[in-house]
């Protein structure tokens, strides 16, 4: 079993910047494929990102390609979504995942946290 814990979420002007956290813990982190989800209200859960167990591979979604960036320290067992240039519609519950293969963009993960909210106020 793996437990992951978000944090760093938040309220934050559109244009602004945040970074989230991500400690996981229960599972040998450098073999997991992490990475990050989002929910919007009325919305259903959507794929942001992942990166690979070395960190040498990242894919984004569309909608947050060039704004957003996720890397991993495999030494703290933490992964972190590094958001700029946010905008309203960015608003969100966001989830970190976790994948014994990989962090896919249309099925769930094998594990996800409990969610940290960020609200874009224009």
């Known amino acids: 079993q793996v437990q992951l814990v978000e944090s760093g979420g938040g309220l934050v002007q559109a244009g602004g910047s945040l970074r989230l956290s991500c400690a996981a813990s229960?599972?040998?982190?450098?073999?997991?494929?992490m990475g990050w989800l989002r929910q919007a209200p009325g919305k259903e859960r959507e794929f942001v990102g992942r990166i690979s167990r070395g960190g040498g591979s990242t894919v984004y979604a569309d909608s947050v390609k060039g704004r957003f960036t996720i890397s991993r320290d495999n030494t703290k067992n933490t992964v972190y979504l590094q958001m700029n240039s946010l905008k309203p519609v960015d608003t969100a519950v966001y989830y970190c995942?976790?994948?014994?293969?990989?962090?896919?963009?249309?099925?769930?993960?094998?594990?996800w946290g409990q969610g940290t909210q960020v609200t874009v106020s224009s």
């Open positions: 229960g599972r040998t982190f450098s073999s997991l494929s």
């Open positions: 995942a976790a994948d014994r293969i990989v962090v896919r963009t249309t099925a769930p993960p094998d594990y």
